[in-house]
């Protein structure tokens, strides 16, 4: 059974407590939330103010994925808003070994991001240093996007990596997420589904999740 994270980025800002609320009831395990700068991705999402929020209504883990420049300037703060895991992005992160040692170091699960074009061996030297891959599945920035079919072969290859190797690795995997497709996603070896659209934008949110939990 995988983990369900719902990503806030598709809830409905205004009602933000029901939305909680909603996920909270849920059979969701995680809650999932965005943090976008305008410099690594084009679009500007919210920070660690809403994550504090979040973390009142909750004792789910708080799932933090950072699409920013130097992320390492912000880790603290995030901690300190009530984040259990943090992401990186590879990308945005020229000395990623020393950004994983400071999440730890701050008491929270370590997580590197990659984007669509970044082979998964690119994670080769830090794998063991790390409990979460967040695999994007379409372009970050954005909720509603299309899934890139092409991720369920670097879903296969990374969780090859990470059994041949014996560690304990979640397999995130975050844009275009539906009801559909999580299956193939789960059997290419994922354990982790974010999914904001599908999820927020249903009529039926908690049904989905539970749709999503019996896969
Ligand atoms: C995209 C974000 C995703 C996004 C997923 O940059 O990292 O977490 O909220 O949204 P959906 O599930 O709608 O593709
Ligand atoms: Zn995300």
Request: hydrophobic share 45%; aromatic share 6%; net charge negative.
């Amino acid at each position: 059974m995988a983990i369900v994270a719902p990503s806030l980025l598709a809830a409905n800002f205004l009602k933000l407590e029901d939305e909680c609320k909603m996920v909270n009831e849920s059979e969701a395990d995680w809650f999932h939330l965005d943090i976008m700068d305008g410099r690594f991705v084009p679009n500007i999402s919210f920070g660690p103010m809403i994550v504090e929020f979040v973390r009142k209504t909750t004792k789910k883990v708080c799932d933090v994925h950072l699409m920013i420049l130097d992320p390492g300037n912000y880790a603290q703060e995030f901690k300190n808003a009530g984040a259990d895991n943090l992401s990186v992005h590879i990308e945005a992160c020229p000395h990623l070994h020393r950004n994983i040692e400071l999440i730890r170091s701050l008491g929270m699960k370590a997580g590197v991001a990659i984007n669509p074009h970044t082979p998964v061996s690119d994670l080769n030297d830090v794998l063991h240093e790390i409990d979460l891959v967040c695999m994007m599945s379409v372009n970050p920035g954005f909720g509603g996007q299309k899934f890139i079919p092409h991720t369920l072969e670097k879903i296969k290859q990374l969780r090859k990596m990470i059994s041949d190797r014996g560690l304990n690795v979640h397999i995130e995997i975050d844009g275009g997420v539906t009801v559909e497709n999580a299956a193939s996603i789960i059997a290419a070896g994922a354990d982790v589904l974010v999914a904001g659209n599908t999820v927020f934008r249903s009529k039926d949110p908690k049904e989905i999740i539970r749709q999503l939990k019996q896969l």
